[in-house]
């Protein structure tokens, strides 16, 4: 079963203020976008070290949307990466999935 | 409190500026994506913090320190925490913080470094005392400059052209006016009174309606100088 993603970080940031959460997610959305198009450029060039810096950034949006298992995951994966390991791929792969399918609902 | 705020993530540089906005001392001046950009910026101007991600690409946030001549306070902020006994080895760093940064987690770090710049103030202003005042100076008697030691005066009276200086010690007369020896004395230490008196207010032995027991000498206090003696006083 999927993690399911959460607002409570977001939400004791703005206090409420609707407008600072619209456009964190606006920032989020479009960063995150472009960091996973990155990641898996590089995960084609097998270019492994570079993608355990994609995933480095990639996993702060995911603990900021409150998925802790998955940060693990990706967290073990940048560490893998790091070493020339890309077992934890497909695992990831699931994780951004599910981070794009939760941001693309928003 | 003026800061920067360093971080190639987009995500991270808005949610810092966010936590910022919530206190009215700090005023983020200046955002930057990379660190050779905010290196650029601070040959030119200072600041008091700077909010810094450690993992960039190309320059890091310990490359960007050691660039630095006289660093500001730093902050540094981080999705990992194995960085954190490496930053123990700069003085300038005050805190760590892991991302996601909680609100409560940056408020003790703001106050880290609001203790750090009072210290650093306070410290600076005793300095200033020490250096404008020193602890002793000399005194003019019969053509010898006698050494006297600030801490032991208890009182500076004023006698016509001459001021009479009672220590611990010893009493001497000299020829000099109120004024002059004021200039000498520090604020935190010595308070005039009287019109003719300077008093070390260290020395206080009891105050009793408009006249102070200090050592032996009993010494009028003006109506005007005693609301602020009384301020100076550590009252109960």
Known sequence: MKEQANLNYINSLSGGDKSFEIKLFSIIKKEFKIEKNIYYDNIKSEKLKL??????????????LGLEKSYKIAEQHENNLREGNSALQDKFSDILNNVTNYLNKL | MNCIIIDDEATSRTIIGELCSSYKNLNVVEVFSNAIEAIKYLNQNKT???????????????????TLKDPPYIILTTADAEFAIQAFEYDCIVDYIVK??????????IQKVEGKLNEKVTATVTDKEKQQTGDDFYVNINKRLIKIDIQSIYLVEAKGDYIYLKTDHKN?????????????????????IHRSYIININK???????????????????????????KRLNLL
Do not use: A, Q, W
């Open chain 2, 100 to 109: 996601p940064i909680k609100p409560e987690r940056f408020k003790k770090s």
């Open chain 1, 51 to 64: 993608c355990s810096e994609n995933v480095h950034k990639i996993k702060h949006k995911i603990s900021i």
């Open chain 2, 204 to 230: 206080i032995i009891d105050i009793e309606d408009n006249s102070v027991l200090i050592e032996k000498d009993i010494v009028p206090v003006s109506r005007s100088n005693r609301p602020e003696l009384m």
């Open chain 2, 48 to 66: 008091d913090l700077i909010f810094l991600d450690i993992h960039m690409p190309d320059f890091n946030g310990f490359d960007f320190i050691r």
């Open chain 2, 172 to 192: 001497y007369t000299v020829h000099s006016t109120l004024k002059k020896i004021e200039e000498k004395l520090p604020d935190h230490m010595f308070l005039k």
